[in-house]
């Protein structure tokens, strides 16, 4: 079989949607949903939600049935309120409020909960919203003043944007392109532990996509450099928004070429080993692209 190579003329790349479920990705809430174009909504109402971050925590109650939420309006006198607050987005067409300068001392009805505990929080739609308000809440802390020229910048109305009040320079929320990719060799998967996960965690290959690199010549270089394999047969899997990181994982499966023989870069990865199903080691959980996609291996779907 033909080495893959990238190619401007011919496209390659072959695409297959793939829609199993095991435990859903934590992205994956229907029949919730959160709409989060920008709305020309202003004015808070008792029941939207109010969100409260103290540095990487977020503000919880629980409901009448003792379920997760978030904290609305309701629950606090207008006094107490700050004058400054920005529309995030909606969910189940309940709009969410980010509040500036704003920290709600913990008590018997509030509490505060580290964002990477949402990955496992229930309920999951409640886990997702707040998730993804943290990583809109860091781009909009990070970008109170101008990187052009330094000057104040305000919301736009009509986009979700910030204009520098000065230079009239626009700034976007930024959003990180990266692989994941799953290796085969035959009945094997490639499961490596990278150095920034924790200790005794497996998953697979992934990386960013750098500055002028098409999606497949990424693939190539990220395997080649962490594993020194090479592989063929890209297919695409789905995608998967990671608010922790800003990024847009992109999935996919391929095949190993050619020589089989791992060679670890020492520096990203501290291990990689070829592993049969069934003698998997602890790895990423299904919540995540990279968890499902091993599960797709493990069950002999891929």
């Given at each position: 079989m033909q080495k893959f190579k990238p190619s401007n003329s011919t496209l390659l790349l072959n695409i297959i949607f793939n829609y199993h479920f095991f435990l859903a990705m934590i992205n994956e809430i229907f029949p919730h949903k959160i709409k989060i174009e920008l709305s020309k909504k202003g004015?808070?109402?008792d029941q939207d939600y109010i969100l409260i971050f103290k540095d990487n925590?977020?503000?919880?109650?629980?409901?009448?049935?003792?379920?997760?939420?978030?904290?609305?309006?309701?629950?606090f006198s207008d006094k107490d309120l700050p004058s400054k607050y920005t529309y995030l987005f909606n969910i189940d067409n309940t709009a969410c409020f980010y509040m500036w300068n704003f920290t709600k001392l913990e008590s018997n009805e509030f509490f505060?909960?580290?964002?990477?505990?949402?990955?496992?929080?229930?309920p999951q739609h409640i886990a997702w919203t707040g998730i993804v308000a943290f990583q809109l809440i860091k781009w909009y802390l990070g970008?109170?003043?101008?990187?052009?020229?330094?000057?104040?910048?305000?919301?736009?109305?009509?986009?979700?944007?910030?204009?520098?009040?000065?230079?009239?320079?626009?700034q976007y929320p930024k959003i990180s392109p990266a692989i994941i990719v799953a290796i085969k060799n035959e009945d094997k998967i490639l499961l490596a532990r990278n150095s920034n996960i924790p200790e005794?965690?497996?998953?697979?290959?992934?990386?960013?996509?750098?500055?002028?690199?098409?999606?497949?010549?990424?693939?190539?270089?990220?395997?080649?450099?962490?594993?020194?394999?090479?592989?063929?047969?890209?297919?695409y899997y789905k995608s998967q928004p990671w608010p922790f990181s800003g990024s847009l994982m992109i999935g996919f499966f391929v095949e190993v070429f050619g020589d089989a023989t791992i060679k670890i870069d020492n520096k990203e990865i501290e291990h990689a080993d070829w592993y049969s199903r069934g003698t998997l080691p602890n790895h990423s959980a299904s919540l995540s692209i990279a968890g499902e996609m091993i599960e797709l291996f493990e069950s002999g779907e891929w």
């Open positions: 004015q808070i109402e925590s977020l503000l919880l109650k629980r409901d009448k049935e003792g379920c997760l939420d978030f904290p609305q309006k309701k629950d505060y909960k580290d964002i990477q505990e949402f990955r496992y929080l229930s970008n109170v003043y101008c990187g052009t020229c330094g000057s104040e910048n305000e919301e736009k109305n009509d986009e979700r944007a910030l204009v520098c009040k000065n230079c009239k320079t626009i005794g965690r497996h998953s697979i290959l992934a990386g960013y996509i750098d500055v002028g690199e098409t999606i497949e010549e990424t693939i190539i270089r990220e395997v080649k450099e962490e594993v020194g394999l090479e592989v063929k047969n890209l297919k």
